[in-house]
């Protein structure tokens, strides 16, 4: 980690305002303890509070299936190496129906062509095409865009763009700032 944690007992808290921050992303971690990315972010209580408001509302608050939010969260953090997001998603992936197999797929940075071909649904697979454009060129190549269409209303897609988006935004401030000490990892653990 390339900064301290904070402690929730600081005097960072006695505010009304910090106060009801920190209590708005316990609440939301409820019941589990605040994690180090929490713990992070709560160096600067505001982006906390933004980050935990947008960010609980793309992991909590879609239409979308588990299996296919958490395909879209692995895949992100495979391309860009973000251990500790793959550490916590890859456990939801296997939750929401994904089996062992597709998660081996998922785990797989060079994933490329009919790889997870009858491990993943076709349906699964257009999340995949689509993370991997979207988080490795930005721009979705339009028989990617159209693939995916096929199989989800246009809330949906809304939905699964903005989790790419959301969960390319967290890998990143995850490495950047080593959150969870994972950065030395290489590679997905099965």
Known sequence: MRLPYVNPESSTF???????????VQARRAPRPLQPLDLT???????????NSF??????KTSLADDVREIAICRVAVINEAWYEWGHHAPLAKAGGVSDEGIKVLGDKGLGGDAGKGVLS????SVVRFTDEM????????EVFAELKKHFSEQ?????TATVAAYNCVS???????????????GPKF
């Open 14 to 24: 006695s505010s009304e305002d910090n106060a009801a921050i920190l209590s708005r």
């Open 41 to 51: 972010l709560l160096h600067s209580p505001n982006v906390a509070d933004g980050w």
């Open 55 to 60: 960010l609980g509302a793309v992991r909590t």
């Open 122 to 125: 076709e349906k699964q697979m």
């Open 135 to 142: 988080t490795s060129n930005v721009k979705v190549p339009d």
């Open 156 to 160: 949906e897609v809304v939905e699964i």
């Open 172 to 186: 990143r401030f995850l490495v950047a700032l080593d959150v969870g000490e994972k950065n030395s990892t290489k």
